[in-house]
Structure formats: C-alpha cells, structure tokens
C-alpha cells in the first residue's frame, strides 16, 4: 500500500510558476519505481504529463510541457517536484500523481488526492 499527497496548486496568472510536490509513504521500495504526474481538466480525460525514475532520476515528458516544465526528486524525503514554468491557461487542470505501472505513461493503482492548478489569463 502506498499513500501519496499532492500539494503546491493554486491560482497563477498566465507566465507564471508554480511547484507541486508529491509526498510518497508506505512503501519503502519506491526506489526500483518510478513515479508519474497526470492532469485532468474539466470535461477532459487524464493526460500524461511528466515521470521520472526514482533511482536515476531520468524524465520523460509530454510535449505540451516540455521546456516548461521540471521534474525533480528528493529520495530522502520520498518526495517528487514538478516545478512549472510559464504557465498557460491549457495547464488548467487538477494534478495528480501515481507510482507508475509501466514507463513512462501507464499509471499504477495507486493516486494522491489531487491539486487544483488555475492559470488565469
């Protein structure tokens, strides 16, 4: 079983940043994992936006975000950022993560509660 907690969203206005963080507990494998970040906005099915492994921190990225957006991780804290930069009003969308069934976009069982991300223009 693993819990993950999404937090960081909020209201921005368009170009500007945000980091979301995904805090990952009971499980204490995570580190052969890798984890996920997918979106879904209103009316819209999830969509893949960005992984990493948690062993080497290799990404992968969807290609609306790319260049814009940042994945890193921190293992001691089992925590994965998603730092988002110059943002649009496309980027609306709640955010969730997930421990990845396979790289780089089949998400597992497992899904934080999610985060709210608004660009206003």
């Known amino acids: 079983q693993v819990q993950l907690v999404e937090s960081g969203g909020g209201l921005v206005q368009t170009g500007g940043s945000l980091r979301l963080s995904c805090a990952a507990s009971?499980?204490?494998?995570?580190?052969?994992?890798?984890m996920g970040w997918f979106r879904q906005a209103p009316g819209k099915e999830r969509e893949f936006v960005a992984a990493?492994?948690?062993?080497?921190?290799?990404?992968d990225y969807a290609d609306s975000v790319k260049g814009r957006f940042t994945l890193s991780r921190d293992n001691a804290k089992n925590t994965v950022y998603l730092q988002m930069n110059r943002l649009k009003s496309e980027d609306t969308a709640v955010y969730y993560c997930?421990?990845?069934?396979?790289?780089?976009?089949?998400?597992?069982?497992?899904w934080g509660q999610g985060t709210q991300v608004t660009v206003s223009s």
């Open positions: 990493i492994w948690w062993s080497s921190g290799i990404t």
């Open positions: 009971g499980r204490t494998a995570l580190s052969s994992s890798a």
């Open positions: 997930n421990v990845l069934r396979k790289w780089p976009t089949v998400p597992g069982n497992y």
